[in-house]
């Protein structure tokens, strides 16, 4: 069949979970995903019955129910098949109840017809880029996932699984990687914490099934085969698994586990892993399998999760019907190593830097926090300890108590540069927002700035601002030439509920903005350079962009002079940054005259400018006929 349709080249950014929920036979690459909820995809139930591949372009696959992969006809013989393939470093990580089916069989009436849905899984990593199968819990635990089963229908010389990590399965399957009838290549992996075994190989068209230089460790077995199953099990390290390294549940044939590591140079029995059953172990390696890194004994506990009351969380009560209520403190944690004990280390405090240490070799995940004051941030943080002295130090959390009421108000605004601008610049307006109420603000609100009546700017304080604190929040603003006030004002949508709702704005007085250039020459009626009739008058057209021409001390600098340098009386009239030169004498007589002038603005910018022209008032001369 044809995918699903394809996804790729696209930026997927802010949203609140997934930023994409798919089928699993959907095509999902080369897309970029940032400020998202979740940075992963959500893989809902579906049969994948084409080819189809997982990038590792994506963070993370988020699987929250059954996956199976099989073609969409049924065959006897496998020739039809459709193949899972799974890019090298790709996570995929299963929602409780959710797993991994390769192939399906087909139902007859007739119990002699071996007719199947064939599918296969190739899951390929690399030493540095390793496909992991693992739990979507903030904590994980054995059994959080069914595993992955490959089936009597899975196509056997087309499923491998090399250099990945399978962990937290067995629910339902009873193991990390259930086998059926099936004989894949299982090589180079680490497979471990199952709620029962790494591996379970069931029936004799297990055998031959190569299982060769994995890690099989904390997991109840590390390998189980049952109904005459034999698989082929060598050079691989066999390490912590709690009641078996291998059980042999198959009866009188002897399962083959030669050159295997078992924990103990002695063999398995003695301070390394048991085995079960009729097992050839004999010869055993004397050391770690070479052909895969052992992984070291113990793992450091996972991180502790702050979980109630969660990062952030507001108005958590003390009081319950005028009486002190503890605040009860949950995370979530635990240890890669199913059978390390874990205890914990609570620190608290009224401020994220100086914590104290309150509880120690805590065994549940809780504490119930005594004595809390109302509408006061507190914050906290977990350290893990497992039983071999490995730690690990959790996130620091905060939550904030019911308290009375707040009272927001605009206690300052500033604006930068504080030199007076002038038209053009860009300003940073900052106001400092100052709760004097008696409780904490603990809703987001918006703060808004106007300037001269016009709004120059919203930002929105998502932070809680405690009783006798402040928080500065700005925007900034394009200069506009002239005097110009400012304000701000607190909680402008009514967000927030306030002991006082009058007195959230402010205002003040910005720098007069100073015009930066002087006032433009635009033109001159007679142009410069041009020969005209006798005129009466002479016009100068001027363009201020950002202020105001000063029409006094313009008018003042003009001067009219003759070819003489002989000045020309006459009266400037200006009218809308036009301004007429009327000579006394009028028109003026014929000869050249160069006009000079300052164009000066209110501001003290002023710019100099002169032109010359011609009046030439003689009539032409008649045209003369030449010519044949």
Known sequence: GTPDPLIRFNNITHNGAYPIRIGADMRVSDNTFTGNGVEAVEVVTEEVKSNTTWSNNIPAYIVSGEITVRHSNWTSSGN??????I??????????GAGLTIGKP????????NYGYYGALSAKGTTDAPITFTSNADGPAPGDWKGIYIGHHAKDDHTIVEFCVVEYG???????????????????????NSSHAGILADS???????????????????????????????????????????FNDGGASTLNTENNWWGDGSGPGFSGDQILGNVDFTPWLPAGSGCIDAPPENGAPFAPKGQGPSDGAVRVAVFSEGL???VSLTWAGGDPNPWDAVVYDLHFGESAEELTLVASDLVDRGFAAPDLQEGVTYYWKVVARDNHGEETEGPVSSFTTLGADPDLIVSAIQAAPASPPRDG????????????????????????????????????????????GSKDVGVTWTAQYGDHAVEAIADAGAAVVESDEENNAAARGLPHVQDPAPPEFMGSDPAHGEATAPTPRVVITLLDRHGQVDDAATAASLTVVDANLSGIAGTVVEADDRFTFYPDASPLPDGVYTVSFTASDMDGNAGAHNFSFTVDGAPSNAPAITGG
């Open 204 to 246: 004799s068209g297990c055998n031959g099934a190569n299982i060769l230089c994995n890690n099989f460790r904390d997991n109840h077995h590390g390998v189980h085969t049952k109904n005459n199953a034999r698989p082929i099990l060598n050079d691989n390290n066999f390490l912590r698994n709690l009641q078996y390294g291998v």
């Open 324 to 326: 002190p209520v503890d």
């Open 80 to 85: 039809s098949f459709v193949t899972l393939t």
């Open 106 to 113: 087909y139902y007859s009436n007739n119990p002699s017809h």
């Open 170 to 192: 067995g629910a339902v399957n009873n193991a990390n990687i259930r086998l059926y009838h099936a004989k894949p290549v299982i090589r180079y992996s680490t497979i471990r």
């Open 425 to 468: 610049d860009v300003i940073a307006l900052t106001a400092t927002i100052q709760n004097i109420g008696a409780g904490p603000a603990v809703d987001p609100f918006t703060v808004q700035f106007m300037v001269g009546g016009a709004g120059a700017g919203i930002r929105t304080i998502h932070e809680v601002i405690p009783a006798g």
């Open 87 to 96: 890019e090298a470093g790709v996570a995929v990580r299963f929602a409780p």
